[in-house]
């Protein structure tokens, strides 16, 4: 899980070198982003990367929603404000060596994905305190390759 996590963060900071970017990973865990990318103008922005070897990319439905517990059963009650919701985020396929797969979105659009997908959990459920959801590759298809929406991040 932890090299995933390092091979995802690499391969993103060397994909935006050949895409003439500079980038700045960060060693720790920063909360909100993983590394800055920056033009040759020196307008920089932070990035958000996720990888998996397969399967689908997982996260806690309440860092997007406004979840409540009423009667052993969850209750969604809206979205939550993001701090940032247009960070990017680049999420990594990792396929093998030249073939790896890249996909870019604004933070929004993943709460956009949870607030369609997220099923609420009560007491029936297997575990009715989970959080759970998840985004596939496939799911995301449209933002497959989008490194145009780097550049115009970078615009503003």
Not at 13 to 42: H, K, M, Q, T
Not at 45 to 70: M, R
Not at 136 to 156: G, T
Request: charged share 25%.
């Amino acid at each position: 899980m932890q090299l995933t996590r390092q091979i995802g963060e690499h391969l993103v900071a060397a994909e935006l070198g050949r895409l003439g970017y500079i980038a700045a990973p960060f060693a720790g865990n920063v909360p909100l982003y993983d590394l800055f990318a920056a033009d040759s103008r020196g307008h920089a922005i932070p990035i958000q990367v996720k990888a998996i070897n397969g399967g689908s990319w997982q996260f806690n439905a309440d860092a997007f929603l406004d979840i409540e517990v009423k009667n052993g059963e969850q209750v969604v009650k809206g979205t939550k404000k993001l701090l940032n919701p247009k960070l990017l985020c680049i999420f990594v396929l990792l396929v093998e060596r030249g073939k790896d797969e890249f996909y870019l979105f604004h933070l929004s659009d993943l709460q956009k994905h949870c607030v369609k997908v997220y099923k609420p959990r009560g007491r029936s459920s297997k575990n009715p305190d989970s959080r759970h959801c998840a985004v596939s590759p496939k799911e995301f298809s449209r933002f497959k390759e989008n490194w145009e929406l780097l550049e115009s991040a970078l615009q503003q």
